[in-house]
């Protein structure tokens, strides 16, 4: 049975400190309303910087296993989203490395622009090298712009997740916007 | 491209880029709760692994350090009544890019390995989570200036750089409230990324002229 949960599904902060202690008692329940509160932010995390359903889910589990074997150490000093969020993304962010050397369908932004020239059969849809030149960014160039980009979060909670300063964030999705003008604009004068 | 233009793409992205399908949260719930709540140990219970993991990084250290002092034996350099041999030749193979950097290259390896051998230790206490977190912010410093300095170019050092960059960045950033928690996450990471094995092979290489 979920409890003290509200109706929009997010645990309200009072709620949840109640339910952190319930949960770090052994108690399932309390844990499992915190997972519902949680589990969809950390999928989608997990998700946009993985790229692939089954190792979302993967790290999903793996990050509320951390979150629950280690929830007496949660000393309430941030919130418990923006803990459940560092974990989240410290953890995607270190499968991604480990994935990336046996992955073989990521590849370089130059290989693939040059697979599908040859081919010739598959007009690329800009949507498609837009998609895979942010693919192609470096890691943690990527991560600062699709967090901060595409899912939202400000340059401090990006700092304090992957461990740099905000200005060093906001450089990185600087960057990143530099490579992805330099990557796409030959595309779009071919089509001008 | 102007950024108006771009701005239009990254607004399409919001929407498009790696959509997460619907997550089977039950089936999820289900492996969480059976591994966190069900397992020998429950939800306190430590990966068996963590401490082998100790164990091995500081067996690799000192493998490391033993490296580096037979790699220095070997060339004549840096013992006490040893020949010294000419840097030229010492470094024939390395790549000419490299040369500048190398010992600030190796003197970071190094001290890299070392700190995460302490880590390793398990000791989570304020100063020495201070005192770690201190280093590796100096640390840090200097494998940034390598990774934007001509050196960084080279493919070999700079994935490990880039590693060591985003390792030493989260143990700058340790805290000892939640230190045990940070700690592992650190830990998993720097062995699942074969850091320590890497940097032992890089300070070979470097010694001997390898890159």
């Known amino acids: 049975m979920l409890k003290a949960v509200a109706p929009s599904g997010m645990a309200t902060e009072r709620d949840e400190r109640t339910l952190i202690a319930e949960a770090a008692a052994g108690d399932r329940s309390a844990a499992r309303a915190l997972y519902d509160a949680h589990v969809e932010r950390v999928h989608r995390i997990a998700y946009r910087l993985c790229g692939d359903a089954d190792l979302a889910e993967d790290l999903t589990q793996d990050v509320f296993v951390q979150l629950f074997r280690r929830l007496d150490q949660f000393r309430g000093e941030s919130s418990f989203g923006t803990w459940v969020h560092r974990v989240a993304l410290t953890v995607s962010l270190n499968a991604m490395r480990k994935v990336k050397r046996f992955r073989t369908r990521e590849t370089g932004i130059d290989e693939a622009l040059h697979h599908e020239q040859a081919n010739g059969e598959i007009e690329p849809d800009f949507r498609d090298r837009l998609n895979a030149a942010i693919d192609a960014l470096p890691d943690g160039i990527r991560a600062a712009l699709v967090m901060h980009t595409i899912e939202g979060y400000s340059h401090a909670e990006i700092g304090e997740a992957l461990g740099i300063a905000e200005g060093t964030s906001k450089a990185r999705v600087f960057d990143a916007r530099a490579r992805l003008k330099k990557t796409l604009a030959p595309f779009l004068n071919e089509r001008a | 491209m102007d950024d108006k233009r771009l701005d239009e793409l990254l ?201």
């Open chain 2, 11 to 211: 607004d399409d992205a919001r929407k498009t880029y790696r959509v997460p399908p619907e997550p089977a949260v039950e089936a999820i719930w289900q492996r969480i709760d059976a591994e966190a709540f069900l397992a020998p140990g429950g939800a306190t219970r430590r990966p068996t692994d963590r401490r082998f993991g100790a164990v091995t990084w500081r067996v690799a250290a000192a493998s490391l350090v033993f490296g580096v002092l037979a790699g220095r034996w070997t060339s004549g350099v840096g013992l006490p009544g040893a020949t010294e041999a000419d840097p030229a030749q010492v470094t024939s193979s390395m790549s000419p890019v490299l040369r500048p950097y190398q010992k600030t290259t190796e003197e970071l390896l190094g001290k890299t390995a070392v700190l995460l051998a302490a880590l390793g230790t398990d000791r989570t206490s304020a100063s020495f989570s201070s005192h770690v977190s201190d280093q590796a912010a100096q640390l840090l410093g200097t494998a940034r200036m390598l990774l934007d300095s001509p050196a960084g170019s080279e493919p070999g050092i700079r994935a490990l750089l880039l590693d060591l960059e985003l390792t030493l960045a989260q143990v700058a950033r340790l805290q000892p409230s939640r230190g045990e928690t940070e700690l592992m996450l650190i830990n998993e990471a720097v062995a699942e990324r074969d850091i320590v094995p890497r940097i032992r092979s890089a300070v070979v290489d470097l010694s001997g002229g390898g890159y």
